[in-house]
């Protein structure tokens, strides 16, 4: 199975301030055809997961600018250029190249 | 507006069996895998099992193969996790999820599953 570790686990950010999110898979992501298949996720506090990132970096429809992601291979980074209020949750990593599908263990994102 | 309703959740005792189920609406259902995801309280997510739009294919995760069986009614738009052997682990929330591609795009609220004497 493909191990996915997220750092940190937990973050504060003050806001309008930047914050980033680290995901490191145990095997690439890279696929046969090509695509890197590593999304992120944002769970805001009792509320179901909604998709921000697809494929490393293209925002899903409706995801504000201030999030990106970037990476390949094993490594991979999520950004929130300047973090609101409304960011809060906690933010998971996850492979789609082979099944299982697997998650990264989350990080907690608070406002100070 | 898609919308994926879970319900079946309860409490049951170890070793017991539950029926999940997941209705869907909003969007042509056949042409889409369907997938179930759980949260234990206050952990991460896990993949449990997926199906192919037809039903013909399913997936299942380790901690849950050949206990769990995952099916779909197409002419009634809705998905259905079928739980044996409960254990203490399985405890849960659980999500119906559609996945379009690879991107599990929508959600449902969850249902909650406790295992417990």
């Known amino acids: 199975d493909i191990v996915m570790t997220q750092t940190p686990l937990s973050l504060s950010v003050t806001p309008g301030q930047p914050a980033s999110i680290s995901c490191k898979s145990s095997?690439?992501?890279?696929?046969?055809?090509?695509?890197?298949?590593l999304y992120w996720y944002l769970q805001k506090p009792g509320q179901s997961p909604q998709i921000l990132i697809y494929?490393?970096?293209k925002r899903f429809s409706g995801v504000p600018e201030r999030f990106s992601g970037s990476g390949s291979g094993t490594d991979f980074t999520l950004k929130i250029s300047r973090v609101e209020a409304d960011d809060v949750g906690i933010y998971y990593c996850m492979q789609s190249r082979e099944l299982p599908l697997t998650f990264g263990g989350g990080t907690k994102v608070e406002i100070k | 507006e898609v919308q994926l309703l879970e319900s079946g959740g309860d409490l049951v005792q170890p070793g017991g069996s539950l029926r999940l189920s997941c209705a869907a609406s909003?969007?042509?259902?056949?042409?889409?895998?369907m997938n179930w995801v759980r949260q234990a309280p206050g952990k991460g997510l896990e993949w449990v099992s997926t199906?192919?739009?037809?039903?013909?294919?399913?997936y299942y995760a380790d901690s849950v193969k050949g206990r769990f069986t995952i099916s779909r009614d197409n002419s009634k738009n809705t998905i259905y996790l079928q739980m044996n052997s409960l254990r203490a682990e399985d405890t849960a929330v659980y999500y119906c999820?559609?996945?379009?591609?690879?991107?599990?795009?929508?959600w449902g609220q969850g249902t909650l599953v406790t295992v417990s004497s």
């Open positions: 494929e490393v970096s």
């Open positions: 999820a559609k996945r379009d591609g690879r991107i599990f795009d929508y």
């Open positions: 095997q690439s992501l890279l696929d046969s055809d090509g695509k890197t298949y």
């Open positions: 199906i192919s739009g037809g039903g013909s294919n399913t």
């Open positions: 909003g969007f042509t259902f056949s042409s889409y895998e």
